[in-house]
T-cell receptor, first 113, second 106 residues
Framework: EAGVAQSPRYKIIEKRQSVAFWCNPI?????LYWYQQILGQGPKLLIQ????????DSQLPKDRFSAERLKGVDSTLKIQPAKLEDSAVYLC???????????FGQGTRLTVV | RKEVEQDPGPFNVPEGATVAFNCTYS??????FFWYRQDCRKEPKLLMS???SGNEDGRFTAQLNRASQYISLLIRDSKLSDSATYLC???????FGAGTRLTVKP
């Protein structure tokens, strides 16, 4: 079974630039999560989708971050404009239903310079 | 109080030792509990779910204490390969603790 796919794996941008990350969850998984993990910290939930609807985006910095999940499958996370403190690994995960275990992609390592 | 709090660590133990981590949670209505393992520069991977009655998988035992609102992970006979960061996840909203770093030394 294919896992969660993310791209790109690495991205380096200058502050104030824009960046987008893409995630393809495991087939059939209704729930999709985006996390931000800063070095030395646990993953911080940014947004949770159930199919194509947002369940929880309380920790998403909406002034610069946006996410969508078109047709309830793939998802994109965008940062515009980026700040130095956005440097982190952005992890996408999916689960069959909300209460079941989540499976993670390899993440996108973002460096903002 | 944070939603999910873990022992800060780091834990440095010799091979063969028994080590235990705790994770406290604030939402008494929490229903789902998991332990994940994360190796350096890798994504988190599910180690085990935590069931109300407690569960065991080889050298690993997970327990839930609803009265005191914490879950625990016990690792017996530690191996060098157990060195990693252990993350707890509580509730349906999949919020992680900060993680506890374990280093098993020869």
């Amino acid at each position: 079974e294919a896992g969660v796919a993310q791209s790109p794996r690495y991205k380096i941008i200058e502050k104030r630039q824009s960046v987008a990350f893409w995630c393809n969850p495991i087939s059939g998984h209704a729930t999709l999560y985006w996390y931000q993990q800063i070095l030395g910290q646990g993953p911080k939930l940014l947004i949770q989708f159930q199919n194509n609807g947002v369940v929880d985006d309380s920790q998403l910095p909406k002034d610069r971050f946006s996410a969508e999940r078109l047709k309830g499958v793939d998802s994109t996370l965008k940062i515009q404009p980026a700040k130095l403190e956005d440097s982190a690994v952005y992890l996408c995960a999916s689960s069959l239903i909300r209460v079941s275990e989540a499976f993670f992609g390899q993440g996108t390592r973002l460096t903002v310079v | 109080r944070k939603e999910v709090e873990q022992d800060p660590g780091p834990f440095n133990v010799p091979e063969g030792a028994t080590v235990a981590f705790n994770c406290t949670y604030s939402n008494s209505a929490s229903q789902s509990f998991f332990w994940y393992r994360q190796d350096c520069r890798k994504e988190p991977k599910l180690l085990m779910s935590v069931y109300s009655s407690g569960n065991e998988d080889g050298r690993f035992t997970a327990q839930l204490n609803r009265a005191s609102q914490y879950i625990s992970l016990l690792i017996r006979d530690s191996k060098l390969s157990d060195s990693a960061t252990y993350l707890c996840v509580v509730n349906n909203d999949m919020r992680f603790g900060a993680g506890t770093r374990l280093t098993v030394k020869p």
